[in-house]
């Protein structure tokens, strides 16, 4: 039960870090002297990176320990 809960707060957390980014890319620069004191888009477009790519591996973590069972094949 622990694990999903650990997954599921990651993918929130990735889905967060998505909308950040979206905000961040919509809104226009008050003046552009002043544009790089902004945060850059690219932080949490690599966070959103960084959180699939740990999730992914934690995944593989739990099918490989037996944690997660996938669904049987079809035949």
């Known amino acids: 039960m622990l694990f999903k809960i650990v997954i599921i707060t990651l993918l929130l957390f990735m889905i967060y870090n998505l909308f950040r980014a979206l905000l961040i890319m919509n809104k226009k620069p008050k003046d552009k002297i002043n544009a790089t004191d902004q945060t850059s888009m690219t932080k949490f477009i690599g966070r959103r990176l ?25 035949y």
């Open 50 to 74: 960084m959180l699939s790519v740990a999730i992914v591996i934690i995944l593989v973590i739990g099918l490989l320990t037996g944690l997660i069972t996938p669904n049987p094949r079809p």
